[in-house]
């Protein structure tokens, strides 16, 4: 069954700190890899998105790696804002005829001033 | 460009009536995508319309439809409204099929209350 698992489910750090969010998934065969963040209350913003191909995009403080042979992303984000407060959701397709999207459950990352 | 509007942005609604939502999706896009979140929960995909084609599907009861109309606007209805069905309803698009790489924008979302 096509899941994609996140991890952790909340987290909470100091403005200015670093964290990195992680992502497994069993999509297969696998196409793309997405992360997202959502404001509470709004419709979520795509940050990146990564092809099997790639191991490694960044966007701003936003860099996420992809090992796609052991099926695994991450989002690290660099030096945190408060308004980076917000949850993060990973979102992988499959490379089927009509590549429908698997969404993660999303962590929830809090930054405290 | 203007982005993705949705209308209206709030609605309430008492169980056993039934709702129609509206999208209007980028200029240009053909793929429109409906998501219902509910309150501390992830988005539940419910369908894909691509040229105003079904393409994906969620788990959601035959209660949930929509359809696409051939200037890529899409509608979705939720007929006999049941307490559950409260959430903010997310509609996103894409130039093409979401899943193929493209990236998906999305709209302010319609909250909608069953009482």
């Known amino acids: 069954k096509n899941q994609v698992e996140q991890s952790p489910q909340s987290l909470i750090i100091l403005e200015g700190k670093n964290c990195t969010l992680q992502?497994?998934?069993?999509?297969?065969?696998?196409?793309?890899l997405r992360w997202y963040k959502q404001d509470t209350g709004r419709g979520p913003v795509s940050l990146t998105i990564?092809?099997?191909s790639e191991n490694t995009k960044s966007n701003g403080r936003y860099t996420a790696t992809l090992d796609a042979d052991t099926k695994q992303s991450s989002l690290h984000i660099t030096a945190s804002q408060l308004s980076d407060s917000a949850s993060y959701i990973c979102?992988?397709?499959?490379?089927?005829?009509?590549?429908?999207?698997?969404w993660g459950a999303g962590t929830k990352l809090i930054i405290k001033p | 460009k203007a982005g993705v509007t949705q209308t209206p942005r709030y609605l309430i609604k008492t169980r056993g009536q039934q709702v129609t939502l509206s999208c209007s999706p980028i200029?240009?896009?053909?793929?429109v995508s409906w998501y219902q979140q509910t309150p501390g929960q992830g988005l539940q995909f419910l369908f894909e319309?691509?040229?105003?084609?079904?393409?994906n599907k969620g788990n959601f009861p035959g209660r949930f439809s929509g359809r696409q109309f051939s200037n890529s606007r899409s509608e979705m209805n939720v007929s006999t409204l049941e307490l559950g069905d409260s959430a903010l309803y997310l509609c996103?698009?894409?130039?093409?099929?979401?899943?193929?790489?493209?990236?998906?924008?999305f709209g302010p979302g319609t909250r909608l209350t069953v009482l």
């Open positions: 996103a698009s894409s130039l093409s099929l979401a899943g193929g790489g493209n990236t998906q924008y």
């Open positions: 200029s240009g896009h053909r793929s």
């Open positions: 319309y691509f040229s105003e084609t079904q393409r």
């Open positions: 992502c497994n998934y069993t999509v297969s065969p696998f196409s793309n």
């Open positions: 990564m092809t099997f």
């Open positions: 979102v992988v397709s499959g490379r089927d005829s009509n590549y429908q999207l698997i």
